[in-house]
Nanobody, 123 residues
Framework: EVQLVESGGGLVQAGGSLTLSCTVS????????VGWFVQAPGTERQAVAC????????YYHDSVKGRFTISSDNAKSTVYLQMNSLEPEDTAVYYC????????????????WGRGTQVTVSS
């Protein structure tokens, strides 16, 4: 059974940093892509970053390029999202997801989802 569990969310001041973790089980990294999505109240879920399991290629939404970094530690079965220079607009529930992805930004390409972790950035 594939499972993804997010952790590391919390409250941080604008300009601060936070690192989210997504611990996965039930598959090996080279089988799938793992992405991070955000959903703010009243908005649709949006992809912000993805890492390709087979070769570590990364993808980012323009809004987070230069501020967020996605990485993986295969030995720990964990994908990280390092978030720097956080802005109040980054406040959202952050989800990790996995699947055999064709279009990394498309949530429909992901088969497995975590329950999410709340990130709140105060101004």
């Amino acid at each position: 059974e594939v499972q993804l569990v997010e952790s590391g969310g919390g409250l941080v001041q604008a300009g601060g940093s936070l690192t989210l973790s997504c611990t996965v089980s039930g598959f090996t990294f080279d089988e799938y892509e793992v992405g991070w999505f955000v959903q703010a109240p009243g908005t649709e879920r949006q992809a912000v970053a993805c890492i390709r399991g087979s070769d570590g290629t990364t993808y980012y939404h323009d809004s987070v390029k230069g501020r967020f970094t996605i990485s993986s530690d295969n030995a720990k079965s964990t994908v990280y999202l390092q978030m720097n220079s956080l802005e109040p607009e980054d406040t959202a529930v952050y989800y990790c997801a996995a699947g055999g992805v064709i279009n990394w930004w498309n949530e429909l390409d992901y088969d497995f989802w975590g329950r999410g972790t709340q990130v709140t950035v105060s101004s």
